[in-house]
């Protein structure tokens, strides 16, 4: 995820690395190459320009406390910012009612079907009874895989295969919804492959007949400023409540994140990142930030950890994480657990220092395989403790583990890196940045 906008800020923010202060000619080339970074992510050019206006002139109204490197409090002011790009706050999704409606709206394709079928997932686990009403008219297919993914999940899906009237068809889902107990209903309109007149009246003959508590616009986060034009056009029509970003789990390179907040002021809320029913996340802007600047985000990756495994052990590991604890043992049983988790490049991603790490790697399984030979070679003091390990320690880690000296290098290296981003982070807490982190 923002692969590419990770690495050109981190470049951008390398060419004030050894400077000892903050001054008009090195704000200046770092500004310049942090809104080319913008840029090239696809963020739209006048958002692009002010942010990187305002961040030079925050950065050169601050006084640089000793403690605090040039570099530093750039990542500082840039985070802030990215943080109040995406929203700033975290925006609930809280719909009310008996029952509760919730439409769906978005271009075929953008993924509107599988976010419902997800939606509904994370609800039921919630314990709410929900059902999901298929309003597509025009595609029996929509209405099929709907209808699929209902069973794959256990909800009910309601649907009249017959009936050309998506008004009707909704209304009936409600009734039906009500009838049975289901305490939120979650519509699935008809998309079209571009923004057309017809589509736009019938949803929003469909959102006035049944005044959805929340209507959310889901969209593909892979087509960039289009995704950003589309959501301006939806909103004048729709007026939605807010935003779901799909498909962040591809190549994508950030500019609908970055921009869709200040286009149609409408928090994101939602961000899917596959295609199974539980890639689904709420979106925290601070979350966000932090995993573009590469500084992972502990935070998703423990929620994470508490989803697949008991929390006793996300807690330990959360602690770790802060005290800058974390050892060889820990990121064994991290990434043995990782394995079982998903997306593995984007997961890693959330540890800090990792997103660096991985981002020409393809990541698999397989990827694992050596880094966990290596560490199960080590004793436990090594694990705990990998200063100790010297040139003959690495031969017979190396041996034992089947792989090379420079393997194991690499991995010591890695893990070295690891700990001083971690270590970054922790410092600039100190300073009362970055909030939210670790708590
Ligand atoms: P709809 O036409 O808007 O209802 O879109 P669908 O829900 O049918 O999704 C279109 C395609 O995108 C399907 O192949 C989905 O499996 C896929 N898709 C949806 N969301 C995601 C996502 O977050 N990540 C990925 N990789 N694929 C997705």
């Given at each position: 995820m923002f692969d590419n906008l990770s690495t050109k800020l981190d470049q951008a923010f390398k060419t004030l690395k050894g400077q000892g202060r903050i001054t008009e000619i090195n704000v200046a080339n770092t500004v310049k190459e942090i809104r080319k970074a913008l840029l090239d992510a696809d963020v739209n050019y006048n958002i692009a320009k002010s942010i990187t206006n305002e961040i030079k002139d925050e950065a050169l109204g601050k006084d640089v406390l000793i403690a605090v490197k040039p570099g530093e409090l750039f990542i500082k002011i840039v985070y802030d910012k990215l943080v109040s790009l995406m929203g700033g706050e975290l925006a609930e999704f809280t719909p009310t009612g008996s029952p509760a409606v919730v439409l769906i709206s978005g271009l075929?394709?953008?993924g509107k079907t599988t976010f419902s079928a997800k939606l509904a997932n994370r609800l039921k686990a919630q314990g709410k009874q929900a059902l999901l009403v298929a309003c597509?008219?025009?595609?029996?297919a929509a209405i099929d895989q709907l209808h699929t993914l209902g069973e794959q999940i256990g909800v009910d899906v309601f649907s009249e295969r017959e009936n050309k009237d998506a008004i009707s068809i909704a209304q009936k889902g409600i009734q039906y919804a009500k009838a049975n107990g289901k305490s939120i209903v979650i519509i699935d309109t008809a998309g079209r492959l571009a923004v057309d007149e017809q589509m736009m009246q019938e949803i929003s003959a469909v959102k006035q007949a049944v005044q959805p508590s929340e209507t959310l616009f889901v969209v593909?986060?892979?087509?960039?400023q289009d995704a950003v034009n589309t959501a301006k056009t939806f909103n004048e029509r729709l007026d939605f409540d807010g935003v779901v970003l799909t498909k962040?789990?591809?190549?994508?390179?950030g500019g609908a994140a970055l921009s869709i907040k200040t286009v149609?002021?409408?928090?994101?809320k939602f961000i899917s990142t596959g295609e199974k029913p539980d890639t689904l996340d709420v979106f925290h802007p601070d979350r966000m930030a932090k995993r573009i600047l590469g500084m992972g985000d502990v935070v998703s990756l423990v929620e994470k950890a508490q989803q697949a495994f008991d929390e006793e052990e996300a807690k330990r590991l959360n602690k770790k994480l802060r005290k800058n604890q974390f050892d060889l043992n820990d990121l064994l049983s991290q990434i043995q657990h990782i394995k079982k988790m998903g997306n593995l490049k984007d997961l890693m991603g959330m540890i800090p220092g990792m997103g660096k790490m991985l981002k020409n790697v393809d990541v698999d399984?397989?990827?694992f395989k050596p880094v966990e030979a290596i560490i199960s070679s080590m004793t436990p003091t090594e694990r705990e403790n990998p200063d100790i390990i010297n040139n003959s320690r690495k031969r017979r880690i190396a041996t034992g583990s089947g792989t090379s000296v420079q393997q194991v290098n690499n991995l010591l290296k890695q893990f070295q890196e690891m700990k001083r981003t971690m270590k970054k982070i922790n410092t600039m807490q100190g300073m009362g940045g970055l909030p939210g982190f670790g708590k």
């Open positions: 075929q394709g953008s597509d008219i025009y595609r029996p593909d986060s892979m087509t960039g962040l789990d591809g190549d994508t390179r149609v002021n409408k928090p994101i399984d397989d990827a």
